[in-house]
C-alpha cells in the first residue's frame, strides 16, 4: 500500500556538523566481546553506513561484525525461516510493520534504549512498540502531507477541508484537489488522514501506543466519514474519484489542473514543473488529520548468543547522532533522531513531512492489519461511487471485525 521514498529524494548536504550523544553505558561495564562475532543483515543502500559504526565497536570491544548484503524484499521472510534453525543473524534491518509478524513467529527480542528513546520522534518508538514492549531502533520514518501548488494557492497551510476547497476553487484550476484512490481499487493509506480527522482509527491503541485488535472505525465517528467520503463522491461534489490512480494523480497536479493533492515524499520528483510547497493535511472532520508513519529500523534476534553485545551494538554504536547522520546520508529519508530531523528540515520541503509526520499514526503492525485492507478499500471505492455511505461502511467494519476476531 505504501510507496517508499526513493533515494535522493531527500538528499541533502549537511550544513551543520553536530557532537555526536556518547555511550550512554560506562565504558567500564559494556559487555566484553573478545571473540565474539556479530551478524547483522543489510541491504546494499546501509551497509556502507553501517560500516563505520561496526568498526568503532569492533576496535572497542573486541568482538568482530560481519555485514551480509542482502535484497530488502527477502529480509523479513529470510528472517522468520533462519533464526530458528540457528543460521539467522544477531541482528537485521527492516520495517515497523513487519513486527507483528516478528513477535508472532518469537524471532525478535526486546532492546532498551534508556535514556536514549527521548532522542528519537515519540512516533517512531511508538511504531517500534508491541504490547508495550520496544522491539527495534528506528532510524527513519515516512508519511504523506498535503503538497500545493505555490503560484495558484501561495504557502499558507489550510486548516480544514472546507477552507483548502475553497482556496482551490478561488484559484480557477480545473479541480480544487486531487486525491490518488488507485482507481478502482481503493486506497485507504492515503485517504487515512481525512478518516482519522473524524476519530476514526483503523484499529484502536492502547496507552503505550500499542495497537488493539479492537477494530476503532465504526459507530457515530465512522459513519460521519463515511457519509463525508460519499458526499464527495461521484453523488456529490465530485472531487473524489475514483477515476484517479497514481500516475494520474501526479499529472493532474503537475500540469496545475489541481493545486492540492495528498502525496509522499517520493512523489515530489514527479513535480518538476511546479513551485511546491508542504503542510500538514488539514482537518475534514474536526480532529487532527493523522496519516499513517512508516519507520524502518533494526530488529535483535530473539536466538542470538551474543544478545547484550548486540544491544551493545543497537543502543550505543548506532544509536548515536553520527551513526544515524551516516544513515540519512546513504538512504535519505526523514530522519528518526529528532535534532538531526530538525536540521534537514532546513529544506522547507522536508519541513513539511517532518510537520506531518508528527501529527501521524504508525500504520498498524499487528497481524490483523492484514485481513484489513481490501475489504477497508473496497468499501471506500463503493462509497466513492455512489453507495450508501452508512449501510456500506458499517457492512465493513462487521466483516472486519469478524475476519480479525480470535
Known amino acids: 500500500m505504501r510507496k517508499h521514498i526513493a533515494v535522493g529524494a531527500f538528499a541533502l548536504t549537511a550544513a551543520v556538523v553536530l557532537t555526536g550523544c556518547g555511550s550512554s553505558t560506562p565504558e567500564s561495564e559494556a559487555p566484553s566481546g573478545d571473540g565474539a562475532e556479530l551478524v547483522i543483515w543489510t541491504d546494499a543502500e546501509r551497509e556502507e553506513a553501517i560500516t563505520a559504526a561496526a568498526e568503532a565497536f569492533e576496535e ?10 542482502k535484497n530488502f524484499e527477502d529480509l523479513r521472510d529470510d528472517f522468520i525461516a533462519q533464526v530458528p534453525t540457528g543460521e539467522g543473524p544477531d541482528i537485521t534491518v527492516g520495517a515497523h510493520d513487519w513486527l507483528g509478524a ?28 508491541y504490547d508495550s514492549q520496544l522491539y527495534a531502533l528506528p532510524y527513519s520514518l515516512e508519511s504523506i502531507a498535503l503538497v ?15 477552507e483548502m476547497i475553497q482556496k482551490g ?19 485507504g493509506y492515503t485517504m487515512y488522514p481525512f478518516q482519522t480527522s473524524f476519530g476514526a ?23 460521519a466519514f463515511a457519509t463525508w467520503l460519499g458526499a464527495n463522491g461521484a453523488n456529490g461534489t465530485g472531487y473524489i474519484s475514483t477515476t484517479v490512480d497514481y500516475d494520474i494523480n501526479n499529472e493532474l497536479f503537475n500540469s496545475g489542473k489541481a493545486p492540492y493533492t495528498i502525496q509522499g515524499p ?29 519507520v524502518q529500523g533494526f530488529y535483535l534476534s530473539s536466538q542470538s548468543e551474543n544478545a547484550l553485545l548486540a544491544q551493545e ?34 529544506d522547507p520541503i522536508i519541513a513539511g513531512f ?33 453507495a450508501d455511505p452508512v449501510s456500506t461502511w458499517n457492512t465493513m467494519v462487521a466483516d472486519v471485525e469478524a475476519a480479525t476476531a480470535g
Open 60 to 69: 572497542e570491544t573486541g568482538a568482530t561484525v560481519k555485514l551480509v548484503q
Open 102 to 129: 516478528l513477535v508472532a513467529a518469537g524471532v525478535v527480542d526486546t532492546i532498551d534504549l534508556g535514556d536514549k528513546a527521548s532522542e528519537f520522534e515519540p512516533v517512531s518508538i511508538e511504531a517500534m512498540t
Open 148 to 162: 500545493q501548488n505555490v503560484d495558484l494557492v501561495g504557502e499558507e497551510a489550510p486548516a480544514t477541508w472546507d
Open 169 to 187: 476553487i478561488e484559484s480557477g484550476a480545473e479541480r480544487p484537489f486531487v486525491i490518488n484512490t488507485e482507481g478502482e481499487t481503493g486506497d
Open 201 to 223: 482509527p483503523v484499529f484502536v491503541q492502547d496507552e503505550s501506543g500499542s495497537y488493539t485488535s479492537e477494530v476503532g472505525m465504526g459507530g457515530a465517528n465512522g459513519e
Open 266 to 294: 517520493w512523489a515530489i520528483s514527479a513535480y518538476p514543473d511546479v513551485n511546491v510547497v508542504v503542510n500538514p493535511i488539514p482537518s475534514a472532520g474536526g480532529e487532527t488529520a493523522a496519516p499513517f508513519v512508516g
Open 313 to 346: 551494538f543497537l543502543v550505543n554504536y548506532l544509536g548515536t547522532e553520527d551513526a544515524q547522520r551516516a544513515l540519512y546520508e546513504a538512504d535519505p529519508r526523514i530522519p528518526a533522531w529528532t535534532a538531526l530531523a530538525e536540521e534537514v528540515s532546513s
Open 354 to 386: 517532518v510537520a506531518s509526520s508528527q501529527n501521524g499514526v504508525p500504520m498498524p503492525s499487528i497481524p490483523e492489519m492484514g485481513s484489513v485492507w481490501d475489504l477497508w478499500n473496497a468499501a471506500q471505492v463503493q462509497i466513492i461511487n455512489g
